[in-house]
């Protein structure tokens, strides 16, 4: 499904650079998220976005900032990457509330190797 | 603080076999519910959901859920599994007056032996 893109799709870099990661959506969605994935901890939200001015940190947005620069797009930045923040990253897009297709669609996932 | 149990990490299950993966959830109100499946090196993808009405819901790939709300729970069923759902399921809440909290369990690994 090619709905929900992001790139890069793999990328490794080295401790205290700065990062990107960067996220597409033709869903029409006003709603995207970005989340993180690591073993055995599931998936836990970095930042939630429900339009261009609406931004929000999510449970663990320390590290990391944001950009809603349209509403299909919606970018992740390290700012100074570190070895901890090494997992695979996933966008999600979401319609606003009331539609009842309201779950979440998800990205192909980026995974990122930080030494 | 709400939350997402999913007791199982990790199942490991012959082909045919019965399939049960638990869930279940901290939240007093009225809640819509998720189970998404991750295949080997791929995104999640939605297996059904549970927004009201009746509480035994059909997804996709012969899966099946049961929301209980009595006892919190929306466990995960299939009756028969093949080699291909070997995956990772996990289990996610949204309360209903709480558009910007979705809580993901941290997953359950499922592994089908051929």
């Known amino acids: 499904d090619a709905d929900v893109t992001q790139t890069p799709r793999n990328r490794i870099t080295k401790t205290g650079k700065r990062i990107m990661l960067e996220c597409s959506q033709t869903?029409?969605?006003?709603?995207m998220y970005w989340y993180r994935q690591d073993p055995g901890l599931g998936l836990r939200l970095i930042y939630y976005?429900?339009?261009?001015?609406?931004?929000n940190k999510g449970e663990i947005s320390d590290g990391y900032s944001v950009s809603r620069q349209a509403q299909a797009k919606f970018s992740l930045s390290l700012e100074s990457a570190i070895p901890n923040q090494t997992a695979l990253y996933f966008c999600?897009?979401?319609?606003?509330?009331?539609?009842?297709?309201?779950?979440?669609?998800f990205g192909p996932g980026t995974r990122l190797t930080v030494l | 603080a709400q939350s997402v149990s999913q007791h199982n990490h990790h199942v490991i299950l012959s082909e045919a076999a019965s399939l049960e993966l638990g869930c279940n959830y901290s939240?007093?109100?009225?809640?819509?519910l998720f189970w998404y499946v991750q295949y080997p090196g791929q995104h999640l993808q939605l297996l059904l959901k549970?927004?009201?009405?009746?509480?035994l819901v059909k997804g996709i790939k012969g899966f099946e859920a049961e929301f209980i709300k009595s006892k919190f729970s929306f466990n995960l069923r299939k009756p028969s599994v093949q080699w291909s759902d070997t995956a990772e399921y996990f289990c996610?809440?949204?309360?209903?007056?709480?558009?910007?909290?979705?809580?993901f369990g941290k997953g359950t690994r499922l592994h089908i032996l051929p």
């Open positions: 869903k029409g969605h006003d709603r």
């Open positions: 999600a897009t979401r319609p606003k509330q009331g539609n009842p297709y309201n779950e979440q669609f």
């Open positions: 939240y007093g109100g009225t809640v819509n």
């Open positions: 549970y927004f009201s009405g009746d509480p």
């Open positions: 976005s429900f339009d261009v001015k609406d931004i």
């Open positions: 996610a809440v949204n309360p209903v007056n709480r558009d910007d909290k979705i809580i």
